[in-house]
């Protein structure tokens, strides 16, 4: 019998509203999963108190017990990314600068909407330092705590993986959900930039910012997007339009979809064993029936040049003043990171600007010109890196630090705002998990869940767990 921790959210959302399974004890066996990573690596900031946790589970068994209304994610544990406001919580984002910071005074419009949807939260998880960077220390990867889980939102990959969460909200501006949903073995989806809402959510880069779901499976991201997604005028990047069900296509074939593998760019400078995994996950949706169509994007390579300037310009924006303050408490990789955009010219900025259009009429004209329906593509080019030396060795010899890697594949996405579906594709020779990403067109969330969710039907590498051991991978 699956322990109730080991369940996907759609599973354990089926068997709550059915009976056979009480809200009470799903939260018992999430909160007991918790202290199986020491406190020094482990996914959560805080945890909110056990007693008034097991109380709001209680209250969500009585509700169902009563016949009342429940909503999709009634009774699921969720976890929240440090950088998102929990109402009588502090927001630190994992900067020392943020230690004093009073309690939000309220809930994120996302964190609402999940407490709306019925969801339980469990506490904030470890951030990246104001989510700009791919380690997320202190926490470590559930496959091998040796191991770092990714970042920005590593901590509620790792949380989610460990089985310490059935879900939790991520944010994403250069790769910040599917970075870690991949070497942590997790589904990460990234939504059209301006679908959520992130008023709530300390910014990044205002332009690039996105706040989205990490769970087991597919149709978990999708009940979980669903349940987010809307028009918030008091967010100036908010999209003004209807928003179709992600979860929509679920269980629809993909015979006949077209699906592109652009090489170019996406297959350059990757870990050994990647490219045949990786060949593999395509093959499997030829096999299902996909049409795959094997055409490269001319302008990736500068998508993820575009990107980064404007990461970098914007993140300095936000910090400008704290930094002319002395930028007390925060670390001096993010200090340096911070003065280098403050010095880049308006020129470079505005330049920037004027690429990412270009950018996006491309991409747009890749799609139509070759009638897509979504792309395939890695979200990392290696595995989780050790914790000790955060570098990857690819096939040719060649090094790179995870934060210039693991965005590398990320940021062309970020800059044009299409959703993308991070979904477990397999496993190295180590034990360790690797995912690809399936990006759509715009506000098409619904296709590119329904390509994740037939292929991993078909493949099963959710059904894997983490053994929580040091030095150790298990799949």
């Given at each position: 019998?699956?322990?109730?921790?080991?369940?996907?959210?759609?599973?354990?959302?089926?068997?709550?509203?059915?009976?056979?399974?009480?809200?009470?004890?799903l939260m018992?066996?999430?909160?007991?999963?918790?202290p199986?990573?020491?406190?020094?690596?482990?996914?959560?900031?805080?945890?909110?108190?056990r007693?008034?946790?097991?109380a709001e589970?209680?209250?969500a068994?009585n509700?169902?017990?009563?016949g009342?209304r429940?909503g999709?994610?009634?009774?699921?544990?969720?976890?929240?990314?440090?950088i998102v406001?929990?109402?009588g919580?502090?927001?630190?984002?994992g900067?020392?600068?943020?230690?004093d910071a009073?309690p939000a005074?309220?809930?994120?419009?996302?964190?609402?909407?999940f407490l709306r949807?019925?969801a339980?939260v469990?506490g904030?998880?470890?951030?990246?330092?104001?989510?700009?960077?791919?380690?997320?220390?202190?926490s470590r990867?559930?496959?091998d705590?040796d191991?770092?889980?990714?970042?920005s939102?590593g901590?509620s990959?790792?949380?989610?993986?460990?089985g310490?969460a059935l879900?939790?909200v991520?944010?994403?501006t250069?790769?910040s959900?599917?970075?870690?949903a991949s070497?942590?073995?997790v589904?990460?989806?990234?939504?059209?930039y301006g679908s959520v809402s992130?008023?709530?959510?300390?910014?990044?880069?205002w332009?690039?910012?996105?706040?989205?779901p990490?769970?087991r499976?597919?149709?978990?991201?999708a009940?979980?997007l669903?349940?987010i997604?809307?028009?918030d005028?008091a967010?100036?990047?908010?999209?003004h339009?209807?928003?179709?069900?992600a979860a929509?296509?679920?269980?629809?074939?993909?015979?006949g979809?077209?699906?592109?593998?652009p090489?170019?760019?996406?297959?350059?400078?990757?870990?050994?064993?990647?490219?045949?995994?990786?060949?593999?996950a395509?093959?499997?949706?030829?096999?299902?029936g996909?049409?795959?169509?094997?055409?490269?994007w001319?302008?990736?390579r500068?998508?993820?040049?575009?990107a980064?300037v404007i990461?970098?310009?914007?993140?300095?924006a936000?910090h400008?003043?704290r930094?002319?303050?002395?930028?007390?408490?925060i670390?001096?990789e993010?200090?340096?990171r911070?003065k280098?955009?403050l010095?880049a010219p308006?020129?470079v900025?505005?330049?920037?600007?004027q690429a990412?259009?270009?950018?996006?009429?491309?991409?747009?004209r890749?799609?139509?010109?070759?009638?897509?329906?979504a792309i395939?593509?890695?979200v990392t080019?290696?595995?989780?890196a050790?914790?000790d030396?955060?570098?990857?060795?690819?096939?040719d010899g060649?090094q790179?630090?995870?934060?210039s890697?693991?965005?590398?594949f990320?940021?062309?996405?970020?800059?044009?705002?299409?959703?993308?579906?991070?979904?477990p594709v397999?496993?190295?020779s180590?034990?360790?998990?690797?995912?690809?990403?399936i990006?759509?067109?715009?506000f098409a969330?619904?296709?590119?869940?329904r390509?994740g969710?037939a292929y991993?039907s078909?493949?099963?590498?959710?059904?894997?767990r983490?053994?929580?051991?040091y030095?150790t991978?298990?799949?």
């Amino acid at each position: 019998m699956t322990a109730p921790h080991d369940l996907t959210l759609s599973q354990a959302q089926r068997q709550i509203q059915d009976g056979t399974l009480s809200a009470v004890d799903l939260m018992t066996s999430v909160l007991d999963r918790i202290p199986l990573i020491p406190a020094e690596h482990n996914p959560y900031v805080m945890v909110r108190d056990r007693e008034r946790l097991l109380a709001e589970a209680a209250q969500a068994d009585n509700a169902r017990a009563n016949g009342l209304r429940m909503g999709p994610l009634h009774g699921i544990p969720v976890a929240i990314k440090d950088i998102v406001d929990v109402a009588g919580i502090p927001t630190r984002c994992g900067s020392q600068s943020m230690a004093d910071a009073a309690p939000a005074e309220a809930n994120a419009p996302v964190v609402n909407s999940f407490l709306r949807a019925g969801a339980i939260v469990v506490g904030k998880t470890v951030t990246q330092e104001y989510a700009a960077g791919t380690i997320s220390a202190p926490s470590r990867n559930p496959w091998d705590l040796d191991r770092i889980p990714g970042g920005s939102s590593g901590g509620s990959a790792a949380a989610v993986a460990a089985g310490m969460a059935l879900l939790a909200v991520g944010t994403d501006t250069g790769g910040s959900i599917r970075c870690p949903a991949s070497v942590c073995g997790v589904t990460g989806l990234k939504p059209t930039y301006g679908s959520v809402s992130r008023r709530g959510v300390f910014p990044l880069a205002w332009s690039l910012d996105t706040v989205g779901p990490l769970a087991r499976s597919v149709h978990d991201c999708a009940i979980s997007l669903d349940a987010i997604t809307g028009y918030d005028p008091a967010d100036p990047g908010s999209a003004h339009v209807v928003h179709a069900s992600a979860a929509a296509e679920i269980g629809e074939s993909v015979q006949g979809l077209r699906i592109g593998v652009p090489r170019l760019f996406w297959y350059e400078r990757i870990e050994p064993e990647l490219e045949a995994i990786f060949d593999t996950a395509v093959q499997q949706l030829r096999d299902l029936g996909a049409e795959v169509v094997e055409e490269d994007w001319d302008l990736a390579r500068e998508a993820r040049f575009v990107a980064l300037v404007i990461n970098r310009v914007e993140t300095a924006a936000v910090h400008e003043q704290r930094i002319r303050n002395g930028g007390a408490g925060i670390a001096e990789e993010l200090r340096m990171r911070i003065k280098g955009g403050l010095l880049a010219p308006a020129a470079v900025y505005t330049h920037a600007n004027q690429a990412r259009i270009v950018i996006r009429h491309s991409v747009a004209r890749y799609f139509a010109d070759n009638n897509l329906d979504a792309i395939m593509l890695p979200v990392t080019p290696g595995v989780a890196a050790r914790a000790d030396n955060p570098i990857m060795t690819y096939t040719d010899g060649e090094q790179e630090h995870v934060l210039s890697g693991y965005t590398r594949f990320n940021m062309p996405i970020n800059a044009t705002g299409q959703p993308a579906l991070s979904i477990p594709v397999g496993f190295t020779s180590a034990g360790l998990p690797i995912g690809m990403q399936i990006v759509g067109r715009p506000f098409a969330e619904a296709r590119i869940c329904r390509i994740g969710h037939a292929y991993e039907s078909a493949t099963r590498w959710i059904d894997q767990r983490p053994s929580l051991s040091y030095g150790t991978a298990n799949g």
